[in-house]
């Protein structure tokens, strides 16, 4: 995804990363893939920190503690795409 590419670009120039992990997940854009599960966004501008969870009633907990939902477009509230857990 474009959008999280580009923040790991961001973090990359700006902080002291030492090496790169590779991809850690992939993401189903759009639900319909049989056996995904959402993957949901947060941000806390508190802590200035994204959180990303595939648990719905942690989210639930979350977004209502400080935590910001940050969906992609065309998707439910707070999702950013869909995995398989």
């Known amino acids: 995804m474009l959008i999280i590419s580009n923040e790991y670009n961001i973090v990359r120039a700006n902080t002291a990363f030492a090496s790169d992990e590779g991809i850690t997940v992939s993401i189903v854009p759009r639900y319909g893939v049989p056996g995904a599960v959402p993957l949901y966004r947060l941000y806390n501008p508190g ?35 869909y995995v398989f857990p």
């Open 47 to 81: 802590v200035r920190s994204h959180l990303w969870k595939i648990d719905s009633d942690e989210f639930n907990v979350l977004s209502q503690n400080g935590w910001t939902p940050e969906g992609q477009l065309g998707n439910a509230l707070g999702v950013n795409g």
